[in-house]
């Protein structure tokens, strides 16, 4: 038998089966692939360590891989994820910090991420896609409390400063003074009930005497539509007599302009006429025969010549 050969078979052997196992270990041919992603959180990260799960609606799909302050500003956490290759990892998708059961175990769960929404690709400035993040449901409440607590503070600020020894001593004297009120109404009851009392009867009697003015007022009112319709009518009146007295300035410009002047000049010939009549009525008087026979001519003066008449018939 071959010591040696059989030997060298089984450190071979040894060697091929050491290295199938730790080939299987890393992953084999089954090994995945992972894609980087970063995360910034403004609240503590507590509980939360180096290979936590990373889950998308439950599926775990990846890990952290580092954790680590922002050197800029302490208040934030940068969170580095391994998230296998082929996760739709969309520019909808909300990182948040959750914690499991009881454990308090923290681990990244994601969400959102539409079917339309596009995948999330690296931003100028970025080495890795910046997924977004809101607060846990821890920070949410522990701000929730925060300010229920500030507003339950301010609340006992204002009832103490509302119940300090100057705002007793002024409620009760208001105390005593309703009380003082109250009492001097129970002893003026019966005024009181007979000033209800003729206050109702008043009522009454406004409510009757308002019943008996509506017709009034409706009358009134049937008076003023008359009235009304008086003006209307006095209105086309006054209009009608504008036009007439239009009319009638009309004819006396007329009158002034030609009438007038024909009249003048009928005076003056009546004049002319009236004293025409006079001297014949006058010369009738001094000589009547002259007006039946003509006048006379009368005898020539001395130096006149007779040969002026001669050639007159």
Known sequence: MNYPLVGAFVLVLGAVLVAGVLWLASGGAFQ????????????????????????????????VQQIRLDPGNPEQVHLLFAIEHGTPIRVDTVAVLKTQGLTGIAYV??????????????????????????????????????????????????????????????????????????????????????????????????????????????????????????????????????KTVDAVGADVQRFGTETLPELERLLEELTVLSVSLRRLSEQTERNPAGFLFGRRSAPEGPGESSSTGAGQP
Do not use: C, W
């Open 32 to 63: 995945k692939t992972y894609d980087l992603y970063r995360a910034i959180v403004d609240e503590s990260v507590a509980g939360l360590n180096l290979n936590a799960p990373v889950k998308y609606n439950g599926v775990d799909v990846g890990k």
């Open 109 to 242: 769960e994601l969400s959102g991420g539409t079917r339309d929404a596009p995948l999330l690709r690296v931003s100028e400035g970025n080495d890795y896609p910046v997924i977004r993040t809101r607060p846990s449901l821890s920070a949410r409440l522990e701000n929730l409390l925060t300010t229920l607590v500030t507003k339950l503070d301010s609340l006992s600020n204002n009832v103490n400063a509302i119940l300090s020894d100057e705002n007793r001593t002024a409620f009760a004297g208001a105390l005593a003074d309703i009380a003082s009120v109250a009492h001097t109404i129970a002893a003026r009851k019966d005024a009181l009930d007979s000033g209800i009392t003729h206050a109702a009867h008043t009522f009454e009697n406004t409510s009757r005497v308002t019943a008996q003015l509506g017709p009034v007022i409706d009358r009134v009112g049937r008076s003023a539509d008359a009235v009304g319709r008086m003006g209307a009518q006095v209105s086309r009146t006054s209009a009608s007599a504008g």
